[in-house]
């Protein structure tokens, strides 16, 4: 491996080419950087979004309905436009805190780049059955739904005929409607919490429309079969999320999907010493997208699982061009905790039934003149009120008829408001009754 | 009279709607909507239920084997399946590009079928 003193420079390197990093690239070059380059793992640019073919994608983008290969398409044809460098079929194995990159592929080895500032878009993976603790068998024929969504609709192969699908977020209903219409039969999709994760949309257009039962406060309790999934049994569960005995139903299958939740996959991040929320699996980060490392930025759904890709676009345009102000050493005095007090950090704090905000802190000095902190709550609340705290001070308190966890929320602060209280410690976030 | 009963999809409140379709099929009363987004909701899916079909295509000579596929616009609900014969019995040689007509009009509902990915040729 050749030594630091030649490496070769690139002010920004983008870990990831979907959503999240061609939205960071097309930004960071529009901000005049002219030194970049995308890494990407798969053979081809745009991410996840190749495989969901269904439409919905960039109604606040671009103000139309489009499938999730057409919006891909937008952003790859900006980068191959703009001539931005990538790199396919590269697998990054390590960032250091200095910001050297360490990357492989089949036709430059192992190489490394001394980036100038990382933006991490390595989006998130499904969680697996073996983080599910499911009893039974361990047959052929169990998937999960992005698995699924990838055999059927870039492949080309059809995984099972008749179907069970444990989980309702919007993945699981998307395979369901999907699956029918390739041929298979889809018995019944059970949820284990008593209401879905996934869009009304989806459970009208992907399962009412097709007469699939969806099942609420129910698991999977068993998986038959030697060689592949003969049969699965549900049963309902109780309000400590438990099986409830003598509830349990029988389905002949031969296939299960698991659509049971996303992990922000930040292997990279935490080898790096990138500190990490609890709650969203993603890098904590300030206004600017930076995370607790030097000139390391995350964007997408490696900082937090997103519903809609136009929020994930939206985020990554802004961790781009902060990247790109880092390089050219306009973002003041940076690292979340290594901050001076002319650069007064302030916490966002997230109260009374909302489980995260994203940014977690904000330096008012460096905020722009708005900025968006997004949000989820854990549990569905009805005629709720969405109010924001400036120390003590109620500043924004609005009526919310419905929010939901699988719905991200956000509130819209001002520069002013923040910059005009010296001595400001702690934004709070809250969900209220009244 | 007739009352079909339906989960309005505009927000995720999900009201249920009771919609009552008088003789000839003219909406009577759409109920149960929170806002005026239920009742156009509930008319609209009653009297003309319309639906994008989204799928893939067969590729020869491609770099991938299938290409994305979607009808331009909305087709009749109850035509679904049959769009779905038409696309399972299209295929296409490469190169594809996104926007391309692959058939110019599915099922007699007056909308092409497109492609929407690109693929070059193998």
């Given at each position: 491996?050749s030594?630091?003193?030649?490496?070769?420079s690139?002010?920004?390197?983008?870990?990831?080419?979907?959503p999240?990093?061609?939205?960071?690239?097309?930004?960071?070059?529009?901000?005049?950087?002219d030194?970049?380059?995308?890494?990407?793992?798969?053979?081809?640019?745009?991410?996840?979004?190749?495989?969901?073919?269904?439409?919905?994608f960039g109604?606040?983008r671009?103000k139309?309905?489009?499938?999730?290969?057409?919006?891909?398409?937008r952003?790859?044809?900006?980068?191959e436009?703009?001539?931005?460098?990538?790199?396919?079929?590269?697998?990054?194995?390590?960032v250091s805190?200095?910001r050297?990159?360490?990357?492989?592929?089949?036709?430059?080895?192992?190489?490394?780049?001394?980036?100038?500032?990382?933006?991490?878009?390595?989006?998130c993976r499904?969680?697996?059955?073996?983080?599910l603790?499911i009893p039974?068998?361990?047959?052929?024929g169990i998937?999960t739904?992005?698995?699924?969504?990838?055999?059927v609709n870039?492949?080309g192969?059809?995984?099972?005929?008749?179907?069970?699908?444990?989980?309702?977020?919007?993945?699981?209903?998307?395979?369901?409607?999907?699956?029918?219409?390739?041929?298979?039969k889809v018995?019944?999709?059970?949820e284990l919490?008593?209401?879905?994760g996934?869009l009304?949309?989806?459970?009208v257009?992907?399962?009412?429309?097709f007469g699939i039962?969806?099942?609420?406060?129910?698991?999977?309790?068993?998986i038959?079969?030697?060689?592949r999934v003969?049969?699965?049994?549900?049963?309902?569960?109780?309000?400590?999320r438990?099986?409830i005995?003598g509830t349990?139903?029988?389905?002949?299958?031969d296939?299960?999907?698991?659509?049971?939740?996303?992990?922000?996959e930040?292997?990279?991040?935490?080898?790096c010493?990138v500190r990490?929320?609890?709650?969203t699996?993603?890098?904590?980060?300030?206004?600017?997208?930076?995370?607790?490392?030097l000139?390391i930025?995350a964007?997408?759904?490696?900082?937090?699982v997103?519903?809609?890709?136009?929020?994930?676009?939206e985020?990554?345009?802004?961790?781009g061009?902060?990247?790109?102000?880092?390089?050219?050493?306009?973002?003041?005095?940076?690292?979340a905790?290594?901050?001076?007090?002319?650069?007064?950090?302030?916490?966002?704090?997230?109260?009374?039934?909302?489980?995260?905000?994203?940014p977690?802190?904000?330096?008012?000095?460096?905020?722009?003149?708005?900025?968006t902190?997004?949000?989820?709550?854990g549990?569905?609340?009805q005629?709720?009120?969405?109010?924001?705290y400036?120390d003590?001070?109620r500043v924004?308190?609005?009526r919310?008829?419905i929010?939901?966890?699988?719905?991200?929320?956000?509130?819209?602060?001002?520069?002013a408001?923040?910059?005009?209280?010296?001595?400001?410690?702690?934004?709070?976030?809250a969900?209220?009754?009244e | 009279?007739?009352?079909?009963?339906l989960?309005?999809?505009n927000?995720?409140?999900?009201?249920?709607?009771e919609?009552?379709?008088?003789?000839?099929?003219?909406?009577?009363?759409?109920?149960?909507?929170?806002?005026?987004?239920?009742?156009?909701y509930?008319?609209?899916?009653?009297?003309?239920?319309?639906?994008?079909?989204?799928?893939?295509v067969?590729?020869?000579?491609?770099a991938?084997?299938?290409?994305?596929?979607?009808?331009?616009?909305?087709?009749?609900?109850r035509?679904?399946?049959?769009?779905?014969?038409?696309?399972?019995?299209?295929?296409v040689?490469?190169?594809?590009h996104?926007?391309?007509?692959?058939?110019?009009?599915?099922?007699?509902?007056?909308?092409?079928?497109?492609a929407t990915?690109?693929?070059?040729?193998?």
């Amino acid at each position: 491996m050749s030594g630091s003193n030649d490496l070769r420079s690139v002010d920004v390197v983008i870990i990831g080419g979907g959503p999240a990093g061609l939205s960071a690239a097309v930004a960071a070059h529009e901000e005049g950087c002219d030194s970049i380059l995308v890494l990407e793992r798969d053979n081809c640019l745009g991410g996840i979004l190749n495989q969901c073919i269904h439409n919905g994608f960039g109604l606040h983008r671009f103000k139309e309905e489009l499938t999730g290969p057409e919006y891909a398409h937008r952003f790859v044809r900006r980068v191959e436009e703009e001539g931005i460098p990538y790199k396919l079929n590269t697998m990054v194995m390590d960032v250091s805190p200095e910001r050297v990159v360490t990357a492989m592929n089949r036709d430059d080895g192992m190489f490394q780049v001394q980036a100038g500032a990382v933006v991490l878009a390595m989006g998130c993976r499904e969680r697996p059955r073996g983080a599910l603790n499911i009893p039974g068998c361990r047959p052929a024929g169990i998937y999960t739904a992005g698995t699924a969504q990838r055999l059927v609709n870039v492949e080309g192969y059809l995984p099972g005929r008749e179907v069970v699908i444990l989980g309702s977020g919007d993945i699981g209903l998307i395979m369901a409607r999907r699956m029918t219409l390739e041929g298979a039969k889809v018995k019944v999709v059970a949820e284990l919490l008593p209401y879905s994760g996934g869009l009304k949309r989806n459970i009208v257009q992907c399962l009412d429309d097709f007469g699939i039962p969806l099942k609420l406060s129910h698991t999977v309790v068993d998986i038959e079969g030697a060689e592949r999934v003969k049969a699965v049994t549900i049963a309902r569960v109780g309000p400590d999320r438990r099986p409830i005995p003598g509830t349990e139903e029988r389905y002949a299958c031969d296939t299960l999907l698991l659509s049971c939740g996303l992990i922000p996959e930040n292997e990279l991040s935490s080898a790096c010493g990138v500190r990490l929320s609890p709650v969203t699996s993603g890098p904590v980060v300030n206004e600017s997208f930076e995370t607790s490392v030097l000139g390391i930025f995350a964007c997408g759904n490696v900082l937090h699982v997103h519903d809609l890709v136009d929020y994930v676009s939206e985020e990554a345009d802004e961790a781009g061009r902060r990247a790109v102000a880092f390089v050219h050493g306009e973002l003041g005095p940076a690292g979340a905790g290594q901050r001076d007090a002319a650069h007064a950090r302030i916490a966002v704090r997230a109260t009374g039934g909302v489980r995260y905000t994203v940014p977690s802190t904000i330096d008012p000095v460096r905020m722009a003149d708005k900025l968006t902190v997004r949000f989820r709550v854990g549990d569905v609340c009805q005629d709720a009120y969405v109010s924001v705290y400036l120390d003590g001070e109620r500043v924004q308190h609005r009526r919310k008829q419905i929010m939901a966890p699988g719905e991200m929320e956000q509130v819209i602060l001002r520069k002013a408001d923040l910059v005009g209280r010296p001595g400001l410690s702690s934004v709070t976030v809250a969900v209220e009754r009244e | 009279m007739e009352t079909r009963r339906l989960t309005c999809i505009n927000c995720p409140m999900g009201c249920q709607l009771e919609v009552t379709v008088g003789d000839g099929g003219k909406v009577v009363s759409v109920t149960g909507n929170g806002c005026r987004r239920g009742d156009v909701y509930g008319r609209k899916e009653v009297t003309n239920p319309t639906r994008t079909v989204t799928s893939t295509v067969v590729v020869r000579d491609g770099a991938s084997e299938r290409v994305s596929v979607k009808t331009k616009e909305d087709v009749p609900k109850r035509l679904i399946f049959d769009v779905m014969d038409v696309i399972n019995r299209t295929t296409v040689t490469a190169p594809v590009h996104v926007g391309d007509v692959l058939v110019d009009d599915v099922c007699g509902t007056g909308v092409p079928l497109v492609a929407t990915a690109e693929v070059g040729v193998r």
